[in-house]
């Protein structure tokens, strides 16, 4: 268990709805990532946050926003969803700048 | 951009070394990573190395480090089917925007 809790653990939705996905980083990690991994994509890197505020922005679609809240929990939201968002979704969360400790993901289908 | 580079299928026969390879392109990472995937399960992350380090052993695990030609590697000593799973290289720049390779399948066979 590497202390990272992510909800839900699995979520079905429609096209065109809009769901929100949670991560609880480990006690006292202040930074927390968003990644998507997909068959065809692999993992993609999504944003970053420290500590409430955005740190690094990768392959995220504008459909797509993330946040920080005071007590270091971040939510992914995601928007008028296409087949194509079906993925799995991780977030991560680190103590400093070095390693990353990854939460067991969200199963994202869209149908 | 950076780029990650990993092969993608591994067979080893149980108890023999497993060595998974990695190339990077980004000069300025300044930690390597090897992440473990389990079917189903999230990545867990099982050693990392700085870049000016060029080698690191954890147990069963040897990393080792060729900055010049920006190859990682991960060797599995008697290697066992509990082994088998995805392992994935990544790199970053002190912890901002992890890059990850696609993933190499390593497949233990009795």
């Known amino acids: 268990d590497s202390g990272v809790t992510q909800t839900p653990k699995h979520l079905i939705t429609a096209t065109g709805q809009r769901v929100t996905l949670r991560c609880s980083p480990r006690?006292?990690?202040?930074?927390v990532y968003w990644y998507q991994q997909s068959l065809d994509q692999g993992l993609q890197f999504l944003i970053q946050?420290?500590?409430?505020?955005?740190?690094a922005k990768g392959n995220i679609l504008e459909r797509f926003s993330a946040q920080q809240f005071p007590d270091l929990h971040s939510e992914l939201n995601l928007s008028s969803l296409e087949l194509g968002d079906s993925a799995l979704y991780f977030c991560?969360?680190?103590?400093?700048?070095?390693?990353?400790?990854f939460g067991q993901g969200t199963r994202l289908t869209v149908v | 951009g950076e780029d990650v580079e990993q092969s993608l299928f591994l067979s080893v026969r149980e108890g023999d070394s497993s060595v998974i390879n990695c190339t990077y392109t980004?000069?300025?990472?300044?930690?390597l990573y090897w992440y473990k995937q389990e079917p189903g399960a999230g990545l867990q992350l099982l050693t990392y190395?700085?870049?000016?380090?060029d080698m690191k052993q954890d147990q069963r695990l040897t990393v080792l480090l060729n900055k010049k030609d920006k190859h990682l590697s991960l060797r599995i000593a008697d290697t066992q089917t509990g082994d088998s799973a995805i392992y994935f290289c990544?790199?970053?720049?002190?912890?901002?925007?992890?890059?990850f390779g696609p993933g190499t399948r390593l497949s233990v066979l009795p």
């Open positions: 990544a790199e970053s720049y002190y912890g901002q925007n992890f890059v």
């Open positions: 190395i700085f870049s000016n380090m």
């Open positions: 006690s006292g990690d202040l930074s």
């Open positions: 991560a969360s680190s103590p400093r700048t070095t390693e990353a400790f």
């Open positions: 980004d000069s300025s990472s300044t930690y």
């Open positions: 946050y420290y500590n409430g505020e955005e740190r």
